[in-house]
């Protein structure tokens, strides 16, 4: 079956340079959910969207947006990038229907960023 | 405002042993979600099992298995004959509901390891 797809896999930036992480969803899946996750964390919650509008905002920093395309694809967009950026960005994908079992997030493989 | 804890940062046993990682919650809501994911030293995010709160059955995945005790809130994860490649970090995770779709309030992970 296919899952979430992101791209790249893995990133290296400097300070304040910018970058643009990308996540391609499940087939059919309308939401997509943003996480950023630390070492040793559990995953902290950015963004999402449903039907191609954000729907809820998390801890997501001003420097960064995101959006949902005509195609569902949605992509993290972050500016002025900190040594703290560092890590392992996740999305997520679902199936907005109320009922567990499709609204149930699986993940991508993340994208693991570093910050020099 | 949910809460969701796991009380044991890290556990270890010997392989085909069976083990249970414990997670608790708090919510006042009624009907909810509740999850377990793992994720492998890969850092993939990968779901387990999931459980609806009003099905009082425990959901089984395989050789995965949950304790639901929605009067006590708990939301424990057996895991039995356990294999190598089930070493991993195990998150508790409970879904609430948002405005258009849901959000994962996540435990702060059990690190698991099962010894060859």
């Known amino acids: 079956a296919a899952g979430v797809i992101q791209s790249p896999r893995h990133l290296i930036k400097e300070k304040r340079e910018t970058a643009t992480l990308k996540c391609y969803p499940i087939p059919r899946h309308d939401t997509v959910y943003w996480y950023q996750q630390g070492p040793g964390q559990d995953p902290q919650f950015l963004i999402s969207?449903?039907?191609?509008?954000?729907?809820d905002k998390g801890s997501i920093p001003d420097r960064f947006s995101a959006q949902q395309f005509s195609d569902y694809h949605s992509e993290l967009n972050m500016s002025s990038l900190e040594l703290g950026d560092s890590a392992l960005y996740f999305c997520?994908?679902?199936?907005?229907?109320?009922?567990?079992?499709?609204?149930?997030?699986?993940f991508g493989p993340g994208t693991r960023l570093t910050v020099l | 405002a949910q809460t969701v804890t796991q009380s044991q940062p890290e556990m270890s046993v010997q392989e085909a042993e069976t083990v249970t990682l414990s997670c608790t919650y708090d919510t006042s809501e009624s009907n909810y979600y509740l999850f377990w994911y793992k994720q492998p030293p890969s850092r993939q995010m990968i779901l387990v099992i999931r459980?609806?709160?009003?099905k009082q059955q425990n959901a089984t995945e395989n050789r995965f298995s949950v304790n639901f005790q929605k009067a006590a809130k708990s939301f424990s994860l057996k895991i039995s004959d356990s294999q190598l490649g089930d070493t991993a970090m195990y998150f508790c995770?409970?879904?609430?509901?948002?405005?258009?779709?849901?959000?994962?309030?996540w435990g702060a992970g059990t690190k698991l390891i099962i010894k060859p």
């Open positions: 459980q609806e709160a009003y």
């Open positions: 997520a994908s679902s199936l907005a229907s109320g009922r567990a079992d499709t609204d149930t997030q699986y």
């Open positions: 995770a409970f879904m609430k509901r948002m405005d258009s779709n849901y959000q994962l309030i």
């Open positions: 969207f449903y039907e191609k509008m954000q729907s």
